[in-house]
């Protein structure tokens, strides 16, 4: 028996990876499955009860416009030519440049194909095109979390790396929440895109990881 544990548990670990890939593409598709059949709108509801009485404020408000571009197209786009730039080893560069491009047109397609409308009746900005999985969290979760596996994998020095590891998992989690605080996604879509962006994520690094 005791061999038979030791075996299933080597196999989880050496597959985990694919085990958290396919968790979270369930996951993801389990909230779509709720968001079409109007399932999840009273858990969206609450996601966004709990910022209104535990963060909304007249101070809050700039705070959270401003954290929410660094989930925008603007910022992403200069910040990844900056690395372009500076970056010696050019392949990271370029691969920190394809899996954004490439996280942007996964979520685009989704955008497409689920036609969820934006929540109208608290917006503090505006934004345009649909709502299912949220761009800024999906894209966030993409690029920041490829750019931690690089701080991880390349940073030697141990306090400069978990530093910047703990501040780009802080704005990740922050980029999301902003754009429930800011009525321009529900929960549900910034969870949602959230997972298809993990479940991404570990399968890029893996197929790029060889190549840098």
Not at 128 to 135: F, I
Not at 145 to 159: A, D, R, T
Not at 177 to 201: K, N, Q
Request: hydrophobic share 50%; glycine share 6%.
């Amino acid at each position: 028996m005791e061999k038979y544990k030791k075996k299933i548990k080597n196999i989880v670990i050496k597959n985990l990876k694919w085990i958290i890939v396919f968790v979270s593409l369930v996951s993801f598709c389990m909230i779509v499955e709720d968001v079409i059949d109007e399932d999840i709108m009273s858990t969206d509801s609450k996601g966004y009860a709990f910022i209104v009485d535990h963060l909304m404020s007249d101070r809050v408000t700039p705070v959270a416009k401003i954290i929410t571009n660094f989930g925008g197209v603007y910022w992403l786009i200069g910040f990844t030519i900056f690395l372009l730039v500076f970056i010696k080893n050019k392949r990271i560069g370029v691969s920190i440049a394809f899996n954004l491009v490439l996280a942007a047109l996964i979520n685009f397609a989704l955008k497409c194909i689920l036609q969820r409308p934006r929540p109208v009746e608290y917006r503090i900005i505006d934004e345009k095109g649909y709502s299912l999985p949220s761009g800024h969290s999906m894209v966030s979760v993409a690029f920041y979390g490829y750019i931690i596996y690089l701080v991880y994998k390349y940073v030697e020095n141990k306090y400069a790396k978990w530093s910047i590891i703990t501040l780009l998992c802080l704005l990740t989690a922050l980029i999301g929440i902003s754009r429930v605080y800011l009525g321009v996604h529900y929960t549900s879509d910034v969870l949602a895109g959230g997972l298809i962006a993990f479940a991404y994520l570990i399968t890029y690094i893996n197929f790029i990881k060889e190549a840098i």
